[in-house]
């Protein structure tokens, strides 16, 4: 398995409570990617980062920020939990140091987050 | 507007025969697609990458097709084992910046 960790696995959390989920690598690529996955959306993209303090919004970005300042880690926070921010969050990186079109990604086994 | 579509949710087949899965899509021109398999619990597992302008790319039982004409890709699996149940997802490459998935399709390989 390529080295992608992200932490926690699960969390619970109230509504309106900040969260921060991390992803870290040890394959020292250069693009790391937040997913979100929902029965009925499947994966879709929240924020991603091509670099040391370089990111980018995704498809549904709102409600999220994201925060990269080592090559290593890369951050999810939710300012204000909500219900609808109940789901499985997957950190992916590309291999091969590329973009991401033309290279596969690979992802860490998620983090399951259920706000209350 | 943009649209990856995966021809089912799921899709029951018996050991030994060949699985085929689709995935069409609108309003994108991609230069490449991939395939990738996920298990239950568990992040999505790269499985295979085929360009614009490769008709077909083979990797063990696996065979991946793109037509960008139709604007589709094929996925077949052959000899297909219970192993092999699993959810399968295509995405493909929006302006060279990210990928985007399709929704998936959950096979189930019965002995």
């Known amino acids: 398995d390529a080295g992608i960790t992200q932490s926690p696995r699960h969390k619970v959390t109230e509504t309106g409570t900040p969260v921060t989920l991390r992803c870290h690598q040890t394959?020292?690529?250069?693009?790391m990617y937040w997913y979100r996955q929902d029965p009925g959306h499947g994966l879709r993209l929240i924020h991603y980062?091509?670099?040391?303090?370089?990111?980018d919004k995704g498809e549904v970005s709102d409600g999220y920020s994201v925060s990269r300042s080592k090559t290593e880690d890369f951050l999810l926070t939710l300012e204000s939990a909500t219900s609808s921010q109940t789901s499985v969050y997957f950190c992916a990186i590309s291999e091969g140091g590329g973009t991401s079109h033309n290279s596969p990604l690979h992802f860490g086994n998620g983090t399951r987050l259920t706000v209350t | 507007s943009q649209k990856i579509e995966q021809n089912s949710e799921a899709l029951n087949i018996q050991e030994g025969k060949t699985a085929t899965l689709t995935c069409n899509y609108t309003n994108y021109s991609p230069a490449y697609l991939q395939w990738y398999r996920q298990d239950p619990g568990r992040g999505p597992v790269f499985l295979l990458l085929?360009?614009?302008?490769?008709k077909e790319k083979r990797k063990e039982r696996l065979k991946v097709t793109f037509d960008t004409t139709l604007k589709q890709s094929l996925f077949h699996i052959t000899a297909s084992q219970p192993a092999d149940s699993a959810t399968y997802l295509c995405?493909?490459?929006?302006?060279?910046?990210?990928?985007?998935f399709g929704k998936g399709t959950t096979l189930s390989v019965s002995s």
């Open positions: 980062s091509y670099g040391v303090k370089d990111t």
């Open positions: 394959e020292n690529h250069r693009y």
């Open positions: 995405a493909l490459d929006q302006a060279g910046t990210a990928l985007i």
């Open positions: 085929i360009r614009e302008n490769e």
